[in-house]
């Protein structure tokens, strides 16, 4: 999973009334949702929620991580530019409300560079009042991307990148399939914030199943410290039905942590961050919510999580848990 864990999917060809349909947006009456055709399941982070989302990528290129299961509906593709310039319009016509847009799907930076430079331009062009665009993107599209690129996308608009992440123990990376290491990952970040842009990387507690559960937790925290991210989301494993791991789990070869050792793997991992930003676990998969501004929250998010775990703090249920 190269991304921050979705809000909401899209598992239909195409939004009648919008992208916020199945989920009703916050502002509803504010503006006309954009009619553009989408391709199966439609996914964007949490804090993209009032943000305008053009498909520009099919899925997922690397689509191989035995976790996910956000884009086994379809193979990786790119949106022709046509169809983009059309997606553009549409929203000009009807949509001058929301000034930010996030790039769908699972790594819009797989984009050929001179190709994702003229979407960039055609945002600008069309869509003058539009303040920020974000996107997905990988350790592998980041490393691809010399420093003086990713600037150049920097200063065409691309101002936010999401990161997965997942683990910062090779073991557990390798053993899930994904397609770049921890050194990878912590080098596509950085350059990334050195180019300029704001960088989100997300976590997942649990992804190293019981045996290896305070290894991954500990050198997932000392990896964020390395990235130094402006931002870091930690959010816990939910096994989905159909992708290899959940078939893992169904042998028996993998063990899912229970709430009391996803707590503690919390606690290892905010032991050994450190880094200036925010730091959430808010995720509506996680037991207990927190979200700290570091390093001035770093005391009492431990001293929290320490009371959940002392059975102080009620922790969220599990039917009320979700991706």
């Known amino acids: 999973m190269n991304h ?26 504010l503006f006309r949702q954009p009619a553009m055709e989408y391709l199966g399941t ?17 899925g997922c290129p690397h689509n191989a991580c035995s976790f996910c299961g956000a884009y086994r509906d379809k193979p990786f593709g790119m949106k022709s530019e046509a169809a983009l310039l059309a997606d553009l319009d549409e929203i000009a016509a009807g949509d001058r409300h929301r000034r930010r847009i996030f790039l769908c799907d699972g790594d819009a930076l797989a984009l050929p560079f001179d190709r994702l430079l003229r979407l960039l331009a055609a ?34 608009g691309l101002a936010k990148v999401y990161l997965g992440l997942e683990s910062g123990d090779d073991a557990t990376l390798a053993a899930m399939g994904k397609a770049t290491d921890v050194a990878g990952i912590v080098a596509g970040g950085r350059r990334a914030r050195q180019a300029g842009m704001t960088v989100s990387v997300s976590v997942l507690l649990g992804l190293a199943g019981i045996d290896r ?21 930690a959010l816990s494993l939910m096994l989905i ?4 791991l959940d078939v893992l789990a169904g042998q028996g070869r993998f063990v899912l942590p229970d709430a009391a050792l996803l707590l503690r ?26 979200r700290l501004r570091l390093p ?22 599990e039917a009320a848990r979700r991706l």
Do not use: C
């Not at 500990?218 to 991210?229: D, Q, V």
């Not at 290892?268 to 927190?290: E, M």
């Not at 001035?296 to 969220?316: S, T």
């Open 4 to 29: 921050e864990a979705p809000a909401w999917r899209l598992p239909r060809s195409r939004a009648p009334g919008g992208r916020h349909q199945p989920a009703a947006p916050p502002s509803p009456d």
């Open 42 to 58: 439609v996914i964007r982070p949490p804090s993209e929620a009032d943000s305008i989302l053009v498909q520009a990528v099919y």
């Open 123 to 156: 945002i600008r062009e069309k869509l003058p009042w539009i303040t920020r665009v974000g996107s997905y993107a990988s350790g592998a599209s980041l490393g691809r991307r010399s420093d003086a690129a990713l600037a150049e996308l920097r200063r065409a």
């Open 213 to 233: 559960s305070a290894v991954h937790a500990r050198l997932t925290g000392e990896a964020i410290t390395a990235m130094a991210p402006d931002q870091a989301a």
């Open 241 to 244: 039905p159909g992708t290899p």
């Open 265 to 290: 793997e919390l606690h290892t991992l905010l032991t050994h961050t450190d880094f200036r930003g925010l730091f959430f676990a808010n995720h509506a998969s996680n037991y207990l919510p927190l």
């Open 296 to 317: 001035r929250d770093k005391a009492a998010g431990l001293a929290r999580i320490e009371a959940a775990l002392a059975g102080d703090i009620p922790l969220r249920p």
